[in-house]
C-alpha cells in the first residue's frame, strides 16, 4: 500500500493526424515496415496472414464445412491500421463501412476475398481528417491498385464515398474507384465505377461529410 501515487498534470491532446504524419515520414516508415510490435497496443500490432488465405477460402466454399474466413491482415480498423504495412503495399484495398459486413451475406467470398481491408464509420468515427491522410498515403506511398468502398444505403454513409473521393483528388495517382451501396437487408443496390476528380485540392482541408 502506498507505493504508488498518481499525479494530475496538464498535457497537450494526443494528436493522431501528426501520428499518421509521423508514419509517413522517413523514420516512421522505416520501424513500422522493419518492427511488425511498433505500435504499444498489441491490439493495433500489424499482422499479414498465410499468403495460402485466399486459397484456402476459395476450398471452403466448395466444402461442406463453414467457409473459412477471407481476411488477410490486422488491424483493419482505418484509425489503427498504417498506411506503410506491408499487405497494402500494390493491394486492391477495400473500406468498408462499419455494418456493411454484418448485412451483406457474401462479404468475405464476393467482396474481402483478395483485398486489404479498412473499415470505418462516417457517423460515428472522430478525427476524419486523420482518415483523409491516410487514404491518401495508401494512394501514393503504399501505390495500392485500386480502392473499393462499400456503404449502406442510409444516407450516413454517403461521407464514407466522399472521403475517398477527396482523398483521390488530393492524391497523385489516379487510381480506380468503385462504389457499391448495400441495402439494409443485404442486397447490392448498386455498384459503379468512379473516376477519380481532378484537379487536386489542399491536403488540408477535410470535406464535409
Known sequence: QGAITVERVEA???????????????????????????????GSRVVA??????????????SPLPAPSALRQWPVQLHLVPP?????????VLLAADCVAYAAGDFHRGWLSGRALAIACPK???????????LVAL???AAIASLTVMVMEVPCCGGLVRLAQAALARAGRAIPLC??????????????EVAGPRPSAPRSALPVL
Open 12 to 42: 497537450a491532446p494526443f494528436d493522431e493526424a501528426a501520428v499518421a504524419r509521423h508514419l509517413r515520414g522517413a523514420g516512421g516508415a522505416a520501424r513500422a515496415s522493419a518492427d511488425p510490435a511498433f505500435h504499444a497496443c498489441p
Open 49 to 62: 496472414f498465410s499468403a495460402s488465405r485466399d486459397a484456402d477460402h476459395a476450398r471452403g466454399l466448395r
Open 84 to 92: 506503410t504495412a506491408p499487405y497494402f503495399r500494390g493491394a486492391d
Open 124 to 134: 460515428l468515427d472522430s478525427h476524419q481528417d486523420v482518415y483523409l491522410d491516410k
Open 139 to 141: 494512394i501514393d506511398d
Open 179 to 192: 462504389v457499391a451501396v448495400v441495402g439494409i437487408e443485404g442486397e447490392i443496390r448498386t455498384r459503379s
